[in-house]
């Protein structure tokens, strides 16, 4: 872990502590050492630094790739963990950084949805977590956030600003190391990122179980 990841960590916990009640259990459940595949459901953008500041090990993670041509911007990013990904399209530079990151040991943390969910209910997952994990023969931990849709960053008057509803409890909950084979548990990868995606969401509150809330989705 870098001695400039461990700094940026101490302000980022004196934030996370001011603006929210944040309730977490399950953090021993991350491996100690070699790659881990850390997924996760995904509510905000400001998701990676509470998960980073939570966990003792560095989390690696992708952000979108204009974020880094701000130069400031940049720079603090790949500091803090992050690497670059082209959204829209198959990334296969973004991908082989990740499958390197995983094969020299480091956690990779990936939102299996691909994007934030805007009712803060789960979505569909996509297969890159899974397609990760096998390749890399790598565990996926599932991991769920619940209450930082409260902290998103709204634009007002042209300008991102935080939208902080009173002081939100956001609540983190981690499940046990899920193994892969090198096809993808289940069967077929989409099998397998539906089966990584239900044990994220069995990590959540029912309010937050999205297309998942039906009787009997759950089952694990």
């Known amino acids: 872990m870098t001695s400039f990841y461990d700094a940026h960590r101490v302000p980022l916990r004196l934030?996370?502590?001011?603006l929210?009640?944040?309730?977490?259990?399950?953090?021993?459940?991350?491996p100690k050492s070699g790659g881990v595949v850390l997924a996760c459901n995904h509510l905000s953008m400001l998701d990676p630094w509470l998960l980073g500041v939570l966990f003792p090990r560095m989390l690696r993670?992708?952000?979108?790739?204009?974020?880094?041509?701000?130069?400031?911007?940049g720079w603090y990013l790949r500091k803090?963990?992050?690497?670059?990904?082209?959204?829209?399209?198959s990334d296969r530079t973004a991908i082989r950084t990740a499958e390197a990151l995983l094969r020299?040991?480091?956690?990779?943390?990936?939102?299996?949805?691909?994007?934030?969910?805007d009712t803060a209910g789960a979505q569909a997952a996509r297969a890159g977590a899974v397609l990760l994990a096998a390749r890399t023969n790598s565990p996926i931990l599932p991991v769920g956030i619940a209450g930082t849709e409260k902290l998103r960053l709204k634009k007002v008057e042209g300008?991102?600003?935080l939208a902080l509803l009173s002081r939100p409890d956001v609540y983190v909950s981690v499940g046990k190391p899920i193994?892969?084979?090198?096809?993808?548990?289940?069967?077929?990868r989409k099998a397998a990122a539906e089966q990584v995606m239900r044990s994220i969401v069995a990590l959540l509150p029912p309010s937050y179980h999205g297309i998942?809330?039906?009787?009997?989705q759950l089952t694990i």
């Open 80 to 89: 803090a963990g992050a690497f670059p990904v082209r959204r829209g399209e």
């Open 159 to 161: 300008r991102s600003r």
């Open 61 to 73: 993670f992708m952000a979108k790739e204009e974020l880094f041509q701000i130069k400031p911007l």
């Open 104 to 117: 020299d040991g480091n956690v990779v943390m990936i939102f299996p949805e691909g994007h934030r969910s």
């Open 212 to 216: 998942y809330r039906e009787e009997g």
């Open 179 to 188: 193994v892969l084979d090198s096809n993808g548990k289940g069967g077929t």
């Open 15 to 18: 934030i996370y502590t001011i």
């Open 20 to 30: 929210t009640t944040t309730h977490a259990q399950g953090i021993a459940n991350m």
